[in-house]
């Protein structure tokens, strides 16, 4: 099993930028896929971002591309999401999120219950 802790949400203003990190401890952070969602009031959970075991593969949602970049560093047992260019549409609760990797495709899946552990989430709220 893996526990996983968000930081690094905040207020920030429209057109600036903003670092998630999740900490992971518990079984080999390098064998799982790890990925971002976020739910915004009154919305559904939704699909941000994912990363391969590896960090050599991406998935993300169009909604985010050319905007926010997923990352990780498996030394520190930490996976980050970068958001530039910040709109006041991206203001939600987001959560990391962990699940086994067995396949090179594994990392392609953006459903949120294929993952099989969570964080408790970290505040984004961006203002105009």
């Known amino acids: 099993q893996v526990q996983l802790v968000e930081s690094g949400g905040g207020l920030v203003q429209a057109g600036g930028s903003l670092r998630l990190s999740c900490a992971a401890s518990?079984?080999?952070?390098?064998?799982?896929?790890m990925g971002w969602f976020r739910q915004a009031p009154g919305k559904e959970r939704e699909f941000v971002a994912a990363?391969?075991?590896?960090?050599?593969?991406?998935y993300y949602a169009d909604s985010v591309k050319g905007q926010f970049s997923i990352s990780r560093d498996n030394a520190k047992n930490t996976a980050y999401l970068q958001m530039n260019s910040l709109k006041t549409e991206d203001t939600a609760f987001y959560y990391c999120a962990a699940r086994t990797q067995y396949y090179w495709s594994d990392y392609r899946v953006s459903t949120d219950t294929e993952y099989d552990y969570w964080g408790q989430g970290t505040q984004v709220t961006v203002s105009s």
């Open positions: 990363i391969n075991w590896s960090g050599g593969s991406t």
């Open positions: 518990g079984r080999t952070f390098s064998s799982y896929v």
